[in-house]
Nanobody, 124 residues
Framework: QLQLVESGGGLVQAGESLKLSCVASGRAFSGIAMGWFRQSPGKEREFVAAITWSGAYQYYSDSVKGRFNISRDNAMNTMYLQMNDLKPEDTAVYYC?????????????????WGQGTQVTVSS
């Protein structure tokens, strides 16, 4: 089982950037895919981005493609989400997840382990 701790959320204006981090412990982080999901009030949790165990392949939802970048540092047991050109519709709680299952078309399905989430709020 993974223990996951996210950080880096905050309040920003539209067009600005944030970088989220997820530190993992408890099992072999370097051997599994990892992902980011988000949930807005009144909506279901949705896939944002995923990265393979080596970091060689990245996958994004259509809503964030071209603006967000997922990366990982296996030596530091850490995954990142660089979010650029943020929009008000990106406002959500962002969750680190592992190991997600996919890809299935343009999406991934979450695995069993979740962090506590970090709030991202984008004002217009």
């Amino acid at each position: 089982q993974l223990q996951l701790v996210e950080s880096g959320g905050g309040l920003v204006q539209a067009g600005e950037s944030l970088k989220l981090s997820c530190v993992a412990s408890g099992r072999a982080f370097s051997g599994i895919a990892m992902g980011w999901f988000r949930q807005s009030p009144g909506k279901e949790r949705e896939f944002v981005a995923a990265i393979t165990w080596s970091g060689a392949y990245q996958y994004y939802s259509d809503s964030v493609k071209g603006r967000f970048n997922i990366s990982r540092d296996n030596a530091m047991n850490t995954m990142y989400l660089q979010m650029n050109d943020l929009k008000p519709e990106d406002t959500a709680v962002y969750y680190c997840n592992g190991p997600p299952q996919g890809p299935y078309g343009s999406t991934w399905y979450p695995g069993s382990d979740w962090g506590q989430g970090t709030q991202v709020t984008v004002s217009s």
